[in-house]
């Protein structure tokens, strides 16, 4: 998606560590005008697919998946980082490896909100390692339910998550992938 791609060229900084920063426009202030028009392109590259439900985990994914969801009409369902699993068996849980944290949360999604019928869109802010992915699709697949699709505002190709969701047989459609950058010079290039 051209007009991503250009705002990541723009406003994005490269850090050590393979962390790309968009706090200027997506996590953490975040231009809605932008979202829409992701939101919009969700929708198209989606449009053959059945989604009766979004789902995203906290914190950074909700506002993307909120405006996409107004395209689809169906609700939004995020993944909760629990601070401790309550074993009552009302939740789903998993355990996420988080990227930019370093570090372990358990995850959960209440059984009410998943059901063996939905047919469910995972959308992220970005994909690297592909743990946050595998987290919710292990959420899903623990409620008998069905993945539709993966969309995904920002790949870094150069990570191995995408390989790994792709190879699963899995639909993902990410909006732009990075296939390199560099924190030195600040460079950073697209994969078409
Ligand atoms: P993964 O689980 O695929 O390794 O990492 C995906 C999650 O880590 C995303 O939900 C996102 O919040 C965070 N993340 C991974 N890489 C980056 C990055 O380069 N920049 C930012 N801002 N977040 C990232």
Do not use: W
Not at 22 to 38: G, P, T
Not at 65 to 78: E, G, L
Not at 109 to 125: E, G, H, N, Q, T
């Amino acid at each position: 998606m051209k007009l991503l791609e250009e705002r990541i060229q723009k406003d994005g900084i490269v850090k050590a560590g393979n962390v790309l920063k968009v706090d200027s426009f997506l996590n953490h202030q975040m231009d809605i005008a932008l979202f829409n028009e992701m939101g919009k392109e969700f929708k198209r590259l989606f449009s053959d697919v059945e989604v009766n439900k979004i789902m995203t985990i906290e914190a950074s994914g909700i506002g993307i998946a909120c405006i996409a969801a107004q395209y689809f009409h169906v609700p939004v369902v995020f993944a909760k980082k629990a601070q401790s699993v309550n074993i009552d068996g009302e939740v789903y849980s998993t355990k996420i490896q988080s990227f930019t944290h370093k570090r372990v949360y358990d995850v959960i999604v209440s059984k009410k909100y998943l059901s063996p019928d939905d047919k469910i869109l995972i959308i992220d802010d970005f994909l690297a390692n592909g743990c946050a992915l595998e987290g919710l699709i292990d959420i899903v697949h623990a409620a008998g339910a069905q993945v539709s699709g993966i969309g995904i505002a920002i790949e870094k190709g150069f990570q191995k998550g995408g390989d790994m969701i792709r190879s699963r047989g899995l639909r993902l459609e990410s909006l732009a992938i990075v296939e390199s950058m560099d924190d030195q010079t600040g460079a950073i290039t697209f994969r078409h």
